[in-house]
């Protein structure tokens, strides 16, 4: 089956992080699927997946601001799909299955990767699209699904997460850990998250400022800042680690290239969000590294976290202060939690198995509009 993901490709998240596991997926069998991909800005996903060898194909920038740049970018797709003769189109976000919906090839698949709300004006668009088959990438996320399209419901499919078995060595760890300020002898706490508001940064500085006491930790934030607002939260962390005078352990790190092996270098990852996280493939990604989550009860993470992986918690200081304390203290409950993690990792998000899920939900569709 010949499959065409279109998707905005201005930002770099969870999403483009779904689209690379696809690629990578490319003609694997036992079906030999095709994936190729159509992106409105050529940003960093699109390069990703060019160096990768998949099939990248830029319709232009679009703004919905501009209707002649939409009509342009619907000429683009339309002429492309019909030169490809693709099976189906699958769209990734709100936005995309508004603008770009129209001019898909049939049957049109809408990966849902968030939490709809029903009233913003790209969802109103989205409705329009009427999209043949909704894939949620959680319980949690499929409930909002009918808020836009009423009477119909979502396949459930969690996404498949870049797993690779890959270990980096002892040598490898402590070169890392070196490079961002912390010796063995220091639990290393990662924070690996867009800056976005409730992804729960300040949250975690504030946890953190009650433990100023506590010599043993060191906090790696990594990520970077894309557009305005992300900039103001990089400089709120800096500015209260500052004030609770904590800043001298808190390394902002900016974009890292090898997140799996910074990931393999930390102790325990900590993202307690404020909102609700539609899933949370960071989550998944460090309990395949082996290390303890701690997280809020809130969205996804419930579907993903079992007692035995990692901290389901309410989203307070106090109660991220007193899990994080917990397991510095206790190497051993880390180890513990680090055995159970791998398997539940590979358990939702194994790459291969939850592709080949999402080609099969599409080819039954397929089956179902022949017959």
Known sequence: MRILHVHSGNLFGGVETVLRCFAQAQGAAPHNDEHEFAFNFDGRIAADLRALGSKVYDIGETHASDPFSVW??????????????????VVHSAWTLGLLGPAAVRPLVFYQHDVLNGS??????ARRAAPDLIIANSAYTSRSTPRV??????VVVH???DLSPHRISHAERTAVRTRWGSSESNVALLIAARFEPWKGHRLLIEALARM????????????????????????????????AG?????????HVENIPALMQSSDIYCQPNTEPEPFGLTFIEALH????????????????????????LEPSPLAVAHALETLIRDPERRRLIGRQSYERALHLCDPDRQTARVVAS???LRQARAA
């Open 159 to 161: 996404p498949p997460a």
């Open 246 to 254: 904590i800043a001298s352990r808190v390394h902002l790190l900016g």
């Open 72 to 89: 342009r970018a619907r000429k683009m797709l339309n002429a492309i799909t019909r030169w490809g003769r693709f099976d189906a189109t």
């Open 362 to 364: 599409i080819e039954r």
């Open 212 to 243: 100023h006491a506590n010599p043993h930790w060191v906090l790696w934030v990594a990520g970077e800042a894309q557009r305005p607002h992300e900039i103001r939260i990089v400089d709120e962390v800096r500015t209260i680690a500052l004030r």
């Open 120 to 125: 913003h004006w790209t969802e109103r668009l």
């Open 149 to 154: 399209f009423a009477g119909q419901g979502a």
């Open 289 to 312: 590294a082996r290390i303890p989550v701690v997280t809020t009860e809130l969205g996804g993470a419930a579907e993903i976290l079992t007692p035995e992986s990692g901290y389901l």
